[in-house]
């Protein structure tokens, strides 16, 4: 700290240069800190999400239901027994994204299936009568 008398600057601006070098080695390993700590509280790399994912299926299971997994969430599409057998559906008008299936049957229905408009914080999935609907993420 001494050598500072053999240049013609002042001993404050010898720290003041000091003291940046000093900065641009803390500046990024306090980036590098910050950055840890917000992947680990948005749950980046944390612990995985145990909901049930929505499983869109195109053929309806009806009253048996579909195949499920220890936690009651759907493992695949197929039947978990006979297939409900339905009726030929003639409706009078076409759906562009399809038609609802009923709830207890899940025969197909003529009632028109609309798009899901999902505000901030939703996430689209499948109802249950087979037309898009919104989640909470």
């Not at 601006?13 to 500046?27: D, F, P």
């Not at 339905?86 to 299936?101: E, I, K, N, R, V």
């Not at 028109?112 to 919104?134: E, F």
Request: proline letters at 7%; aromatic letters at 6%; hydrophobic letters at 35%.
């Amino acid at each position: 700290m001494t050598t500072w008398q053999y240049f013609e600057i002042s001993k404050g601006a010898a720290m003041s240069y000091i003291v940046m070098m000093l900065m641009i080695a803390i500046v990024p390993i306090l980036v590098f800190v910050a950055m840890v700590a917000i992947m680990a509280a948005t749950g980046c790399g944390g612990p995985r999400d145990q909901t049930c994912k929505p499983l869109p299926c195109a053929t309806p299971c009806g009253s048996v239901g579909y195949k499920t997994d220890g936690n009651g969430c759907r493992v695949s599409c197929e039947c978990n027994g006979a297939a409900t057998s339905c009726p030929a559906l003639h409706c009078l008008d076409s759906c562009g994204l399809g038609t609802a299936q009923d709830a207890t049957t899940g025969c197909p229905t003529c009632t028109c299936c609309y798009p899901a408009d999902c505000q901030p914080g939703g996430c689209n999935s499948t109802g249950n009568d087979g037309c898009p609907t919104c989640v909470a993420c």
